[in-house]
C-alpha cells in the first residue's frame, strides 16, 4: 500500500495538473491548429473551460448531495424492522431508475421543468440514486449480527446502535457507492448539455453539432480528467474511513 | 437476585422455553447447561429483553423486567456472547467504555475504570488499551469482552457460551478467571455452556435443561450423587461420573493428618482427582499431602477416596 503522505502528494499534483488543463487550454491551440487546420478557431472560446467546468461542477454536485440524502434516508428506513417490507419495492423501484436511460429522463422532463440545468439535476440524481442505496443497504446489512447483538445487549438505543455502530462500519461501503456515483455522474452529466445545461458537455455536444472534432476532444478530456480526480478524491476520503482497520499487520 | 416464574417462550408454533422457573441468589454463579437447542440461548436472553417472553415472568431484585426502561435495564446488565461483538472501529478502550459513556460518566473516571479493568482481566492496560479487536487474539478478544461488560459494574453478569469459540487451553484459563472474578466481586452470573465440566467446576448452581425444560437444577454435588434421571445422568458423563465428584473434592477433605508417606507431595487444595491420578501414575495407594506453606501435613490413601465418594 502507498504511504498516506505518497497519495497526497499524487493527489496534489493530479489536481494541479487539472487546473493547468482548464486555465492553459488556449495554449494547446497551435496543436489543434496543426492537427484539424479547418477549424477555426481551433479551441472552444463561446465559453471558457474553467466557467463550463463550474457549471458542470455544481450540477454533478446539486444531484449527487440529492441522490445520497434520498439513498441514505430510504436505505436506513428499510433496514430498520419496521421498514423492512418495503426493501423490495424500493430496490424494484431503484432498478427502474437505472434501467431508464438518462436521455430518455430528459425528454421526458424537458416538458415539465423547461430547458436547462434542472432537467439534468433531476436525471442524474435518478440515475446516482441506486449505486448509493445499493450500498447503503450493503453496508448496513454487513455489520457483524454479533456486533449488532453486543450493542444492543449493553443498552445502546436503536438510533444509538445506528449511529454510533452500524453508519460507521458501514460509511466505507457506503462512500464507494457514492464513489461510483458521483464518477458515473460526472461523464453522464454532459448529456445535459443537449437540452441547454452548461456543462463540458456543451463544447462536445458542439463540435458533434457542427462537426468540429476538436471542441469534442477538449470537453472529454477536461470531463474525463475531472472524473479520475474525483475518483481519487473519494480513495483519499476512504481511506481515512477506514483507518482503523490499516493499523493492522 | 434474579427469579424467572413459568417463562414461556414460543417460536415458530414451538415452545422452545417451556416453563423455566429459576432462582438465582445474589452473589451467586449458575450454570445453564444443557444441549444445543436446549433453550438456554433464549432463556438467558429474555434475562434482558433481548428475546420477548411469551408467558410468565421474569423479576431482578423483585422487579419485574418488563416494567423497567429496555436500555436501562439492559445498562445494568453485563453481557458476554460467545461471538464477542467487539466493535472493530472502536479501540479496546473504547469498547469497555461503551456503558460508562452512555451512563456520562466522566472522562477521568472512564479511564480509571478502563486501565483497572484491563488489569483485571490480565491485560496490560499500556500496551492494550489503544489496539483494536482484529489485533488480538480469540482470548484477548473474549478478555475484553468480559472488561466491557463489567465495565459499569453491573450487579449482574448474563454470558452466553462465553468461552465456547476458545481452545480448551485457553477456555480453561478464562473460566478459572471468571471463577476468581466472580469470587472477588460476588456479582450474580448466569452462564450458558454445553460444558458439564465447566460448569461443574465454577457454578454454584446448577439448572440442566432439555427441551424447553429445566429437569434438574441444584448444587454440582447434588446432581452428581443424585441426578435426577437417565438423562442427566447421560449429561452429566454417566462412566465418569465418580470421577467428577473426585474432582469437586479438595484433598484436604480427605487427608489422614499426620500419616507419612513416600515421594512428591500433592496440595492440600487440589482436587482429589488429581492425587487419584498421581497414586495410579506412581502405582502407590498413599501419597503426602502439603499445606498451603509447603509444610507435609499427613497423607492421602486410596482406600479413602473410594470410601468418601
Known amino acids: 500500500m502507498r504511504s498516506r503522505r505518497g497519495g497526497a502528494a499524487s493527489f496534489a499534483a493530479a489536481a494541479a495538473a487539472f487546473l493547468l488543463l482548464l486555465y492553459a487550454m488556449p495554449a494547446f491551440a497551435p496543436l489543434f491548429a496543426r492537427a484539424f487546420p479547418d477549424v477555426r478557431p481551433p479551441i472552444y472560446r463561446f465559453q471558457s473551460f474553467p466557467m463550463l467546468f463550474l457549471s458542470h461542477a455544481e450540477i454533478v454536485a ?16 428499510v433496514t430498520r424492522p419496521a421498514g423492512r417490507e418495503f426493501r423490495a419495492l424500493l430496490g424494484a423501484l431503484a432498478a427502474i431508475g437505472q434501467s431508464v436511460p438518462p436521455v430518455a429522463v430528459l425528454a421526458i422532463a424537458v416538458p415539465v421543468l423547461g430547458y436547462g440545468a ?3 439535476f433531476v436525471a442524474l440524481t435518478l440515475y446516482g ?23 444492543q445487549g449493553m443498552g445502546l438505543s436503536p438510533f444509538q446502535v445506528l449511529r454510533q455502530v452500524e453508519l460507521p462500519l458501514a460509511a466505507p461501503v457506503i462512500l464507494a457507492g457514492i464513489r461510483i456515483s458521483v464518477v458515473i455522474s460526472i461523464g453522464t452529466a454532459t448529456i445535459g448539455s443537449t437540452v441547454g445545461a452548461v456543462t463540458l458537455g456543451t463544447p462536445i455536444i458542439d463540435g458533434l453539432v457542427s462537426d468540429k472534432l476538436p471542441y469534442v476532444i477538449e470537453g472529454a478530456a477536461v470531463v474525463a ?13 476512504g481511506r481515512r474511513l477506514r483507518a482503523y482497520a490499516e493499523n493492522a499487520a | 437476585m434474579i427469579e424467572l416464574d ?31 437447542g436446549a433453550g438456554k440461548s433464549t432463556t438467558l436472553r429474555m434475562i434482558n429483553r433481548l428475546v420477548p417472553m411469551s408467558a410468565g415472568a421474569i423479576r431482578i431484585d423483585g422487579t419485574d423486567v418488563t416494567t423497567v426502561p429496555v436500555e436501562a435495564l439492559r445498562r445494568r446488565i453485563g453481557y458476554v456472547i460467545q461471538s464477542i461483538g467487539l466493535f472493530p472501529h472502536w479501540t479496546v478502550a473504547e469498547n469497555i467504555a461503551t456503558v460508562p459513556r452512555l451512563l456520562g460518566w466522566p472522562r477521568e473516571r472512564i479511564a480509571a475504570r478502563t486501565d483497572a479493568l484491563l488489569a483485571l482481566l490480565r491485560l496490560d492496560p499500556d500496551s492494550y488499551r489503544d489496539r483494536y479487536a482484529h489485533q488480538l487474539s480469540g482470548g484477548q478478544q473474549q478478555r475484553v469482552g468480559v472488561a466491557r461488560a463489567l465495565a459499569a459494574d453491573p450487579e449482574i453478569l448474563l454470558m452466553d457460551e462465553p468461552f465456547g469459540a476458545l481452545d480448551p487451553i ?5 473460566g478459572a478467571e471468571l471463577a476468581l472474578i466472580h469470587r472477588e466481586t460476588r456479582k450474580t452470573i448466569v452462564f450458558v455452556t454445553h460444558d458439564m465440566d465447566m460448569a461443574l467446576k465454577i457454578a454454584d448452581i446448577v439448572a440442566i435443561m432439555h427441551e424447553g425444560r429445566i429437569v434438574q437444577q441444584g448444587a454440582p454435588l447434588d446432581i452428581l450423587e443424585r441426578p435426577a434421571d437417565d438423562f442427566v445422568r447421560e449429561f452429566v458423563g ?19 493428618p ?3 508417606a513416600a515421594g512428591e507431595p500433592v496440595d492440600e487444595a487440589a482436587p482429589l482427582s488429581e492425587a487419584l491420578s498421581q497414586m495410579v501414575m506412581r502405582r502407590t495407594d498413599r501419597i503426602p499431602v502439603r499445606d498451603a506453606e509447603g509444610a507435609v501435613t499427613g497423607s492421602v490413601v486410596l482406600a479413602d477416596l473410594v470410601r468418601r465418594a
Open chain 1, 62 to 77: 446539486a444531484s449527487s448531495l440529492a441522490a445520497t440524502a434520498a439513498a441514505l434516508a430510504l436505505g436506513i428506513f
Open chain 1, 118 to 120: 434542472r432537467p439534468t
Open chain 1, 129 to 151: 440514486f441506486l449505486p448509493i442505496l445499493a450500498n447503503v443497504i450493503a453496508g448496513i446489512e454487513g455489520v457483524p449480527a454479533a456486533v449488532r447483538e453486543a450493542a
Open chain 1, 225 to 237: 480528467f475531472f472524473a479520475v480526480l474525483a475518483d481519487m478524491a473519494f480513495e483519499r476520503i
Open chain 2, 6 to 36: 413459568g417463562v414461556v417462550r414460543v417460536y415458530g408454533g414451538r415452545r422452545v422455553v417451556d416453563g423455566v422457573s429459576l432462582v438465582v441468589p445474589t452473589g451467586a454463579l449458575c450454570a445453564l447447561v444443557g444441549s444445543s
Open chain 2, 170 to 174: 485457553t477456555r480453561d484459563a478464562l
Open chain 2, 238 to 256: 454417566r462412566a465418569a461420573i465418580g470421577l467428577k465428584l473426585l474432582a469437586l473434592r479438595h484433598v484436604g477433605e480427605s487427608m489422614r
Open chain 2, 258 to 260: 499426620g500419616l507419612a
